[in-house]
């Protein structure tokens, strides 16, 4: 029997963190996010290893080794070639999440990190450094489609009290990983010359743990209901990642959504672009993209050991500094995620970036006048812990949480693929570039990595506007009047609402809402 729904002030629905919803967290960073981090850093100690690895198979087939260039080449292809696979799985990830769903999509790709984890694992025994490279590719679509399916599932999943919370959960896990192949990277550990196929091929048991565990937990109730109509899913969803609240006022959030969209479906990534109602939004997802990666992160951890060797550290004594570093991401990550439901996610973004380019000069400053005053070099290495903390603490993984929340139902999946497309293309770039820019520029170089952090915080602090605790429908409402959309009311009101069709997003108007038998909440 249908009963009558009672519509409560969206600024009253809150839901508490559940049991569900931390495990489901958990398990989707630990299995999918966490590799992404642990991929970025795991070639770094066994560089040399597995050069040598590379020569001496030459040697067996062709009688010679390798010269010094063609060595490097193949070495820095090994490297790359995980961003190569990245952007494929980022052009993948809207299709994927349309098709399979968005716990589907993380448990299904999970099969490329065994393929990936048994050509890294087997390459040495087998004597083919062409498995190295592809079990590196393989594991850079499965990353690429991560980096987009995680932060949409939990985005999701999460009541708009805990999105922020939950969203940042998958950055920290990516610092995990960068940590974790740090760490266990220690000459002590797996830093050996006849371990480094196994610290390659160790990212299965993260994956295995997360395969036999994910597939117990519900769907995204908002693909349910407005993807697939399912709405006794939905409710099945909702009652098993909610506590003690009533479960009807989100049914009827997202089902205000769903006849927003009653006429669209999923739009291409070419309708996207072509959109002028969503104009604002994708130019912000752009800008945080790019510059997320074209903040100079990747060029500071790259070359964060010369940094540390320039002030002083002992050569032995450098691996144990830089998993510090990973220590601080960690912290910084911590800091981040338990503050941004409180202070929001502008703060974050905004106070990250100018952390960032303010350390970017300092590091030009000290490269500059360390030869005349010795003691800028611990400047140096200041300014490299204030970019890594800076950056981990908002713009590592606030930009996903903001693709997930500036978009609708329709229009998030495309959203992905283009963030997502344009985050791994600004890495492949930085990586390609930085060393011409280094020697065209020299210390100079890092001037450049400063005006971009600071004009993407002059960006958000004067366009992007403040999502917290508001729903998917609010967020676009506030988009609309950037839009020269005439502006309604009533978006708080407790009173009666009636949904108004707007090129595809809703908007809210005074009036009723009326629900029908066959969309109530039994």
Request: aromatic share 10%; glycine share 10%; with cysteine.
């Amino acid at each position: 029997m249908a009963e009558e729904l009672i519509i409560a002030p969206r600024s009253k629905i809150t839901s508490h963190l559940t049991s569900s919803l931390l495990a489901v967290a958990f398990l989707t960073s630990f299995g999918s996010s966490m590799l992404y981090g642990y991929n970025l850093a795991v070639v770094n100690s066994p560089a040399e290893y597995i050069k040598d690895f590379y020569n001496r198979t030459s040697v067996s087939r062709n009688g010679t080794g390798l010269d010094g260039e063609v060595l490097t080449l193949m070495y820095s292809l090994t490297v790359s070639v995980f961003a190569i696979g990245g952007l494929l799985g980022s052009l993948m990830v809207g299709m994927l999440v349309t098709r399979f769903g968005r716990k589907g999509t993380v448990v299904n790709s999970t099969v490329l990190v065994f393929i990936a984890g048994s050509l890294m694992g087997f390459s040495r025994i087998c004597g083919s450094p062409e498995m190295v490279i592809l079990g590196r590719f393989v594991t850079g679509i499965h990353s690429g489609i991560s980096l987009g399916a995680v932060p949409m599932y939990l985005g999701e999943i999460a009541p708009k009290n805990l999105r922020g919370f939950l969203g940042l959960v998958p950055s920290i896990f990516i610092c995990a990983g960068v940590f974790s192949a740090q760490v266990l990277g220690l000459h002590e550990l797996l830093g050996k010359e006849e371990h480094w196929p196994l610290f390659l091929s160790l990212v299965v048991i993260p994956t295995f743990i997360q395969l036999m565990l994910l597939p117990w937990f519900p769907e995204s109730p908002r693909y349910l209901l407005i993807e697939k109509h399912n709405v006794h899913a939905t409710i099945t969803a909702l009652k098993w990642y909610r506590s003690k609240c009533n479960i009807q006022l989100e049914i009827e959030e997202m089902q205000e959504e769903q006849r927003s969209l009653s006429s669209m479906e999923t739009v291409s990534v070419w309708q996207l672009l072509l959109d002028p109602c969503v104009r604002w939004q994708l130019l912000s997802v752009v800008v945080l993209n790019i510059g997320m990666q074209l903040s100079g992160i990747d060029a500071i951890w790259f070359y964060t050991n010369d940094i540390f060797k320039n002030a002083g550290i002992p050569g032995p004594e450098i691996q144990y500094t830089t998993v510090g570093t990973g220590a601080i991401e960690i912290i910084a990550g911590l800091i981040g995620c338990f503050t941004i439901e409180k202070l929001g996610r502008r703060p974050l973004m905004i106070g990250g970036f100018l952390a960032m380019g303010l350390c970017c000069a300092g590091i030009t400053l000290s490269l500059v006048l360390q030869v005349h005053f010795p003691f800028m070099r611990y400047v140096s290495v200041g300014c490299v812990v204030g970019i890594i903390a800076g950056f981990c603490i908002g713009p590592a993984g606030v930009p996903f949480l903001i693709t997930a929340e500036l978009f609708k139902q329709s229009h998030r999946p495309a959203a992905y693929t283009v963030g997502g497309s344009l985050n791994w293309m600004s890495n492949f770039t930085v990586g390609f570039v930085f060393p011409f820019l280094q020697m065209s520029a020299g210390s100079y170089c890092y001037l450049v990595f400063c005006s971009v952090c600071l004009g993407v915080a002059v960006y958000v602090f004067f366009v992007i506007p403040e999502t917290k605790n508001k729903t998917f429908v609010e967020i676009s409402q506030m988009f609309a009047s950037k839009e020269a959309v005439p502006e309604t009311q009533g978006l708080g009101l407790p009173d009666h609402l009636k949904l108004k069709k707007m090129n595809g997003y809703g908007s809210l108007d005074n009036g009723s809402l009326e629900f029908d038998s066959s969309s109530s909440v039994p």
